[in-house]
């Protein structure tokens, strides 16, 4: 009787550390998810940075507005950013800086990216572990063996 209180109590922690598990493992989802977001959004502005590059002062532009509506605008200087520094701070900076911290904020969120996914990666392993666990104490527990 004993034997089958210590595969009750290990089933019992088992179970607590799998929900923890599987809570940290959303989580690291939700991360991926929103430096996947941010990644994407780096990456557009950075396509916009290359075309704008190329543009001449006074070109016809389309810039989105949001709804999947646009208005056009005329570029007034081509050189000129004004980047979004975070806090609501943005300060002009000329094009090709501006491109160096699109470019350094995209390996930044690269570098997160690679952590975020290698730790759901061991996430996901140690709960397949704890889940084999559970399985062959379950089945101990049935025969009445340990």
């Not at 979004?84 to 900076?93: D, F, L, N, Q, Y």
């Not at 000329?94 to 995209?106: D, S």
Request: hydrophobic share 40%.
């Amino acid at each position: 009787m004993a034997d089958v209180s210590k595969e009750e109590e290990e089933l019992r922690k088992l179970g607590v550390e799998m929900r923890f598990l599987e809570q940290t493992a959303e989580s690291l989802q939700q991360r991926i998810s929103m430096v996947n977001a941010a990644m994407t959004d780096l990456a557009y502005a950075n396509m916009a940075l290359e075309s704008i590059e190329k543009e001449k002062e006074n070109a016809e532009l389309l810039v989105p507005i949001g709804g999947s509506s646009y208005i056009k605008v005329k570029l007034a200087n081509s050189d000129k950013v004004i980047v979004g520094m975070g806090a609501s701070v943005s300060i002009e900076k000329n094009l090709p800086e501006a491109k160096a911290i699109m470019k350094g904020r995209l390996e930044e969120l690269e570098k997160t990216m690679r952590s975020a996914q290698q730790q759901f990666g061991q996430v996901a392993q140690r709960i397949n572990a704890s889940r084999s666990r559970v399985e062959s104490l379950l089945a101990s527990v049935r025969k009445g063996t340990a």
